[in-house]
């Protein structure tokens, strides 16, 4: 079985979201979505985030047909060791000539053509000025 992995925050699901995770679970045959604890979100991204806690994530991200599996991670030591069990790791575009956490131990590194306009943080942004 290959095994494919998607990681991040997963915050608040929208149609960027939805393309990236149909994208990779295309490449195999078992589509894991490791997401950051809620403390990890808030050191991350700031005391205002997530919108959505991690138990909720999880579900949302559990019930779309694409994804087989969904994992929370709270360090990157917890990260890679996720991502040690897969074929494949999909990160959007904008991590390219990045450092990947994991990347010293997945065989494969697939990059997904962020789709302009979609954003999590810039969606909260929007919502706020309304």
């Not at 990681?7 to 078992?30: E, P, Q, V």
């Not at 806690?53 to 994804?67: C, D, F, G, H, K």
């Amino acid at each position: 079985m290959k095994r494919i992995i998607v990681n991040g925050t997963f915050d608040i699901l929208h149609s960027g979201h939805l393309a990236l995770l149909t994208y990779a679970r295309s490449l195999g045959d078992h589509l894991v979505v490791a997401i950051d604890s809620d403390r990890r979100v808030k050191e991350l991204k700031g005391v205002s985030r997530p919108v959505n806690t991690q138990a909720e994530r999880q579900e949302l991200l559990s019930n779309l047909r694409s994804v087989d599996e969904v994992r929370i991670f709270d360090s990157d030591l917890e990260l890679v060791d996720i991502v040690a069990e897969c074929a494949i790791m999909v990160k959007g575009s904008d991590y390219r000539n990045r450092p990947i956490v994991g990347s010293e131990v997945c065989p494969s590194i697939v990059f997904f053509e962020r789709i302009d306009g979609f954003s999590t943080t810039e969606k909260i942004q929007s919502i706020s000025r309304r």
